[in-house]
């Protein structure tokens, strides 16, 4: 079955530290990519994606995520985080052809500590 | 654009009653996805529509649970009768679908107690 995994189920940084938060699908075949942010008591709003091209996508926010076809990865990083950034975050993975159903990992949840 | 419009935002009723929850996808939107959240299982697909048509609903925890799309622009998602064990956050979701891409766009959510 495919799968999506996100290894850290918390990560706790201080204030302008740089951040990664790891995800890695099961599959290789075509994908469209996906990280999602969700505020405490919020629905999830779309942060970035990937459909296709650069494998380096990016936020308005200053998160970035980078496609790794190879090691089927798609991990979320930013340099310098701030308060405001605490909250979870999930990666989602749509297989083409799987009827735009996306599969979501367990979500992380980034606290970031003064 | 409003985004995804889901109403109540909190229900809290007891066991056994009938409970309606109610989404307005983003208009122009194909798809809409049912899901539901909580802290021992995460988030969880329920069921999802293309065009109205239900596509998927095996993520329906019983019988007790059902989804109708009567037209483009509304959703509703009944459990009858409730129990404790469905108290959780449920998010609709829309996407283009066909139309433009895979992306999903959340609601802000209803939040179930059945007490």
């Known amino acids: 079955a495919q799968s999506v995994t996100q290894l850290d189920s918390q990560v706790p940084v201080f204030e302008e530290a740089p951040v990664e938060l790891r995800c890695n699908y099961s599959?290789?075949?075509?994908?469209?990519l996906f990280w999602y942010v969700q505020y405490p008591n919020q629905g999830l709003q779309l942060l970035l994606k990937?459909?296709?091209?650069?494998?380096l996508v990016e936020s308005i926010n200053g998160f970035e995520a980078e496609f790794n076809k190879s090691q089927t990865s798609f991990h979320l990083r930013k340099p310098s985080v701030h308060i405001s950034d605490t909250a979870e975050y999930f990666c989602?993975?749509?297989?083409?052809?799987?009827?735009?159903?996306?599969?979501f990992g367990k979500g992380t949840l980034l606290t970031v500590n003064p | 654009d409003a985004g995804v419009i889901q109403s109540p935002r909190h229900e809290v009723t007891e066991m056994g009653q009938e409970v309606t929850l109610r989404c307005k996808p983003i208009?122009?939107?194909?798809?809409l996805f049912w899901y539901r959240q909580t802290m021992m299982r995460g988030l969880e697909l329920l069921i999802y529509?293309?065009?109205?048509?239900?596509?998927?609903d095996s993520g329906m925890p019983e019988d007790r649970f059902s989804a109708k799309m009567p037209n483009a622009s509304f959703s509703t998602l009944k459990i009858q009768p409730s129990e404790p064990r469905d108290s959780a956050v449920y998010f609709c979701?829309?996407?283009?679908?066909?139309?433009?891409?895979?992306?999903?766009?959340f609601g802000p959510g209803t939040r179930l107690t059945v007490t």
């Open positions: 979701a829309s996407g283009p679908g066909l139309a433009g891409g895979p992306e999903q766009y």
């Open positions: 990937y459909l296709s091209g650069s494998t």
């Open positions: 989602a993975v749509n297989w083409r052809g799987s009827n735009y159903k996306l599969t």
């Open positions: 529509f293309n065009n109205n048509v239900p596509i998927d």
């Open positions: 599959s290789s075949v075509s994908v469209y």
């Open positions: 208009s122009g939107h194909n798809s």
